[in-house]
């Protein structure tokens, strides 16, 4: 009796331990079919690509569930009143419940980061750095996304068990794609290596004293001048100069020559775009041309952690179409 109960456990064992490698073998596939879907819309929308890809997993049992079947729906997304596209009718906190259904996955991929991004009650998901993943797990579940008590705890799960932050940090640039392991052998057409390190920086020969740039008063300081004594120099408050150059308060000597702006920088550039040029990034940049920041992100759908590739055009007056690719930076 005792061999046979000890059989049975191991029989079990092997049975369960199948069933997890299955599972596991079932999620990787979801993910290499899916991970470049999620990486794009990560750079034209911000929505976090590890979010993306275990919200994935999840709503559709990666893959597998009788909506995505049906529907293409990948993300659980309900009809809503506004919602004027074709339909399915399925259970789930109510029987029959209305869900949106697509023409392909890439629609419910970009559906759904516009569901996100466009609808107030997630506004504050995108203040948070992107790699926060748990932050965003958190915040989808109190804003209402999900009715399951533990949805965060699942989608962190997910995230941590397959590397899924990988994909995001990807898509900000911060990690080579050629460093993942795949099952596809194609590369990503949205980050792009930065290749020649030998290339000099560009020198720029700035006036002495105060001059402009898109219409507002600048100088150029040399690093180790002191945020104080410009402020002296030029009557204004310390912290207008901190602000008027998107520094942060605890700025108080130079750390490398710069422009240092004496006025609020404008919203909209001189000119319609800029080419991005080797060793830049965001805060150069918009230094360079004497645009807010903030401006700068807005018009190229930027966060402020990321690095444009060397030749991309970033626009300056208006929003542009598309995210400009990212520079890999080692």
């Not at 559709?60 to 079947?69: F, I, W, Y």
């Not at 203040?127 to 009715?147: I, Q, S, V």
């Not at 290339?199 to 740039?213: L, Q, R, S």
Request: hydrophobic share 35%; glycine share 6%; charged share 25%.
């Amino acid at each position: 009796m005792k061999c046979r109960m000890t059989m049975f456990l191991f029989v079990l064992l092997l049975s369960m331990q199948a069933i997890a490698q299955s599972n596991a073998e079932v999620v990787n596939e979801y993910i290499d079919t899916y991970r470049e879907l999620a990486i794009a819309e990560m750079q034209r929308t911000g929505v976090p690509a590890s979010i993306k890809l275990a919200q994935g997993i999840l709503e559709t049992e990666a893959g597998r569930s009788d909506l995505v079947m049906r529907s293409n729906n990948h993300f659980g997304i309900k009809c809503k009143s506004y919602w004027t596209g074709e339909k399915v009718y399925h259970d789930d906190d109510a029987r029959g419940e209305c869900f949106r259904k697509y023409g392909s996955a890439e629609d419910s991929y970009k559906d759904h980061s516009d569901y996100l991004r466009n609808t107030e009650r997630y506004s504050s998901l995108f203040k948070l750095d992107p790699t926060d993943y748990k932050g965003w797990a958190t915040g989808l579940k109190a804003a209402g996304y999900a009715t399951n008590p533990k949805y965060p705890q699942i989608l962190i799960k997910y995230i941590e068990q397959y590397n899924l932050n990988d994909y995001t940090l990807i898509a900000l640039g911060r990690k080579a794609h050629e460093s993942m392991a795949s099952a596809s052998s194609e590369p990503t057409t949205s980050v792009k290596a930065v290749s020649n390190p030998v290339i000099e920086k560009k020198k720029v020969n700035y006036p002495a004293g105060e001059f402009k740039i898109n219409g507002t008063r600048v100088v150029y300081a040399k690093a180790g001048t002191s945020i104080k004594s410009l402020a002296d120099k030029y009557i204004l408050n310390p912290q207008w100069i901190l602000d008027f150059n998107d520094m942060e308060s605890e700025f108080t000597v130079l750390e490398e020559d710069q422009l240092v702006y004496l006025q609020r920088k404008r919203k909209q550039g001189e000119k319609e775009y800029y080419i991005v040029e080797d060793f830049d990034d965001l805060y150069t940049i918009s230094q360079k041309v004497g645009i807010r920041l903030e401006s700068l992100l807005d018009y190229n759908h930027l966060g402020p952690e990321m690095v444009p590739a060397a030749g991309e055009k970033l626009y300056l007056q208006k929003p542009g179409p598309l995210r400009p690719k990212l520079a890999y930076v080692q």
